[in-house]
C-alpha cells in the first residue's frame, strides 16, 4: 500500500473543534504546525462567546496551513467533526485527523497515526489503554470510568479495540466516504464509539498507537464525568442492540 502522508504531515487535514477555547487555541496550534509543518488544519468554530473564532481567523490570516470554518450553533462535537470531515473530503486530502483543542492530545505525538496509516490501517485510534499509552493529571476516578467503558464496550461490541472513546485519530478519506453522515446522530463519546464501529463493520483495518492523554491545564471540560459516562454506557447498549436487530450490519 501507498504512502498517504508526506513526512511532516502533508495530504493530512487535523480538524479540531473549538467553543471557548481563546486561550488554549494558540498554543495547540502553534505546537502542531511546530511539530508537523506539512500539516493543514481546520478550526471549526461553534460561534464561541470567548472570541475563540476571532482568534482562528487572525491565525488564519497569518498562515495558509490554517483554515476556518464557522458554525452558528453549538450542536455537539459530531456535528462539529461532520461539518470538518465535508469541508476536508471536499478538498484533497488524504487523511483526516480529529484532535481536541485544550492540549490533552500532543501534536508531538501525531506522527505514531500517520506512522500507522502509512503501514496499512484505514483508522488508526491514539490509545491510552494499549502497551505504552498513558494519561497524565487525571483524576482517578475518572479514569476508573473510561476504563471500565471502554472494557464494557470492547465485551458488548465484540471488539478488540481497547480505547474506543478516544478522540485522537486518523481516518483514510476512503473510510469516511464510505459513511452516510446524514444518518449519524451521535455526539460526544457516543460519537467516537459509533464511527469505530462503523469503520469495523465496513471491513476497515483499525489499529490503536500508545500516546500519552493529558489532562487539560486550562478551562473546564465539556462533559462533567457523570454525564459522560452516562451517555457512553447508553450508546454502547444502543449499539449492541442495533447489531442484533440489523445482523451485525453498519448502522443506517
Known amino acids: ?38 500539516v493543514h488544519v481546520l478550526v471549526v468554530d461553534d460561534s464561541s462567546p470567548d472570541g475563540t473564532g476571532e482568534i482562528a481567523d487572525g491565525l488564519a490570516a497569518k498562515d495558509a496551513r490554517i483554515h476556518v470554518l464557522h458554525r452558528t450553533e453549538k ?18 486530502y488524504a487523511v483526516l485527523v480529529e484532535m481536541d483543542a485544550d492540549g490533552s492530545h500532543a ?36 479514569e476508573l470510568l473510561s476504563r471500565g467503558a471502554n ?3 470492547r465485551l458488548a461490541l465484540g471488539s478488540k479495540i481497547r ?3 478516544a478522540g485522537f485519530r486518523a481516518y483514510r478519506r476512503e473510510v469516511l466516504e464510505s459513511f452516510d453522515f446524514a444518518a449519524i446522530d451521535s455526539a460526544g463519546y457516543c460519537f467516537q464509539i459509533d464511527l469505530a464501529w462503523r469503520a469495523i463493520q465496513g471491513g476497515y483495518t ?37 447489531g442484533w436487530l440489523r445482523d451485525g450490519k453498519v448502522l443506517a
Not at 113 to 131: E, H, M, Q
Open 206 to 242: 483499525v489499529t490503536e498507537v500508545p500516546i500519552t492523554f493529558t489532562e487539560r491545564a486550562i478551562g473546564e471540560s465539556l462533559l462533567g464525568i457523570r454525564r459522560a459516562g452516562a451517555e457512553a454506557i447508553l450508546t454502547y447498549w444502543a449499539l449492541e442492540v442495533a
Open 107 to 142: 501534536p508531538e505525538q501525531l506522527h505514531r497515526l500517520f506512522d500507522a496509516v502509512n503501514a496499512g490501517a484505514d483508522l488508526a485510534i491514539g490509545s491510552r489503554y494499549v502497551a505504552g499509552g498513558s494519561t497524565v493529571n487525571w483524576p482517578k476516578r475518572r
Open 151 to 153: 472494557t464494557y464496550a
Open 1 to 38: 500500500m501507498s504512502k498517504v502522508i508526506g513526512p511532516t504531515g502533508e495530504n493530512a487535514l487535523v480538524v479540531i473543534p473549538t467553543y471557548n477555547e481563546s486561550e488554549n487555541l494558540p498554543i495547540i496550534v502553534e505546537r502542531l504546525l511546530n511539530a508537523l509543518v506539512g
Open 163 to 165: 480505547d474506543i472513546t
Open 75 to 92: 450542536d455537539g462535537l459530531g456535528k462539529a467533526y461532520l461539518a470538518g470531515f465535508t469541508w476536508g473530503l471536499a478538498r484533497d
